[in-house]
C-alpha cells in the first residue's frame, strides 16, 4: 500500500512533468543565428552550443539556435548592424566593442579593473551588469546574459617581453575602439585596430606584430603558429554579451522570451566554468607549441599599472557616473 508521502510525492513529479510540455506548447517554431568570432572547440563556442543545446530542450525542440564560430558570418560590427536589422539574431562578442553603440561599455575594457573571475561575476551578474545590457534597447540590441572571454595577455614574434618597456615600439593590434587604442599608446607601442577574423593573416604576413587576448584565444586561433613570444600581464579582463535583435525580440511571445532568457542564464554559468577549467592546461599546451613564456613580476606589474591609469582617468572622466557605480559594486564584492 502507498503511504499518503509517496502519494504526494508522487502528484508532485506528475505535475512538474506536465509543466515542461506546456511550457513548451506555447513556444513557437523559429529558427535563430548565432555569430561569434572564435573557433569551434573554444570555451565561448562550446557556450553558444550549450545554449542552443538548452533552448531546443526547453521549447520541445520548435526553437533552434544555429551557431556560426570563427566569423563566419563576418566580424562584430557588421554582425552587431546585422542584429540591429533583424537579419542575424544573436551575436556573442566582447562586450566592450558594444561602446560604439552605448559609450558606457568602454568601462569593460579598463585596464586592471577586476583582480578575478569572483569580482567580475559578481558584477555582470548584478545591478550594474543588468542596467548596462538595459541600456542597448534604444539602439536594437537586448542583452541576455554575460559570458566570459578571460584575462588578456600580449604575444609578439619580435622579441620577449619581461619588462614594461619591452612593449614599446611593437605594432599590436587591438580591439577597434577608443580606450584600447589609447592604452597601448601609453606603452609607447603602434596600436592597429582590427576585426578579429583578419588577425591571423595580418600575424603570418608581418603586419603586425603582435596581439594581446586571454590564453584559451591564443591557442584555440593556432597563434603559436605566428607567435614566439607570450607575456603573461592579465592587463585586462573581458565579459561577453550575448546578444539578441529587438526587431525579432519584439515578435516573440512572452513564452519564448522566458524560454530564451533561461537559456541564456544558464549556459553563461556553464561557460564561464568550461572557460576556467579549460585555462588551467592551456598555458603548458601553448608552451608545448613552442611559445617562449615571461611573466612581469610585482614591480613590473606596478610599473603597468602606473603607466595606464592616466589613460584610465581620462576615459573615466569622459563616463560620468558608470565608473564609480562599477566601483560601488567591486567595493561590495571585495568586503
Request: aromatic fraction near 8%; charge should be positive.
Amino acid at each position: 500500500m502507498l503511504s499518503v508521502f509517496n502519494l504526494t510525492r508522487r502528484a508532485l513529479v506528475v505535475a512538474a512533468a506536465a509543466l515542461l510540455p506546456f511550457a513548451a506548447a506555447q513556444a513557437q517554431e523559429r529558427s535563430f543565428k548565432l555569430a561569434l568570432q572564435n573557433p569551434k572547440g573554444h570555451p565561448l563556442v562550446a557556450g553558444a552550443e550549450k545554449f542552443a543545446e538548452i533552448v531546443a530542450a526547453k521549447s520541445g525542440g520548435k526553437m533552434k539556435v544555429n551557431v556560426f564560430p570563427g566569423g563566419a558570418l563576418g566580424g562584430d560590427a557588421p554582425n552587431v548592424s546585422a542584429l540591429q536589422g533583424g537579419t542575424i539574431e544573436f551575436v556573442l562578442l566582447n562586450s566592450g566593442i558594444l561602446a560604439s553603440q552605448v559609450k558606457d561599455f568602454e568601462v569593460y575594457d579598463f585596464p586592471f579593473m577586476f583582480a578575478n573571475a569572483k569580482e567580475a561575476d559578481a558584477v555582470v551578474d548584478g545591478p550594474f551588469g543588468q542596467k548596462m545590457h538595459a541600456k542597448l534597447n534604444e539602439k536594437g540590441i537586448v542583452g541576455l546574459a554575460y559570458f566570459e572571454l578571460g584575462f588578456r595577455n600580449i604575444t609578439n614574434s619580435k622579441r620577449p617581453i619581461a619588462t614594461v618597456e619591452d612593449i614599446a615600439g611593437l605594432k599590436l593590434r587591438v580591439i577597434p575602439n577608443a580606450i584600447n587604442v589609447d592604452w597601448v599608446k601609453a606603452l609607447g607601442a603602434n596600436p592597429t585596430p582590427l576585426a578579429f577574423p583578419e588577425v591571423y593573416a595580418a600575424l603570418e604576413q608581418k603586419a603586425i606584430d603582435g596581439q594581446e587576448n586571454p590564453l584559451n584565444v591564443i591557442l584555440a586561433n593556432k597563434f603559436a603558429e605566428v607567435q614566439k613570444h607570450l607575456a603573461i600581464t592579465n592587463h585586462q579582463y573581458n565579459p561577453q554579451s550575448l546578444i539578441f535583435s529587438k526587431k525579432v525580440w519584439d515578435t516573440l511571445n512572452d513564452a519564448d522570451k522566458k524560454i530564451l532568457q533561461d537559456a541564456a542564464a544558464e549556459a553563461a554559468k556553464f561557460q564561464r566554468q568550461v572557460s576556467r577549467e579549460a585555462a588551467t592546461g592551456t598555458l603548458d599546451a601553448l608552451k608545448k607549441a613552442g611559445m617562449q613564456v615571461t611573466e612581469f613580476n610585482a614591480a613590473e606589474q606596478a610599473k603597468l599599472r602606473d603607466k595606464l591609469k592616466p589613460v584610465v582617468d581620462k576615459h573615466g572622466a569622459a563616463l560620468g557616473t558608470t565608473v564609480a557605480e562599477l566601483q560601488a559594486e567591486l567595493a561590495k564584492a571585495r568586503k
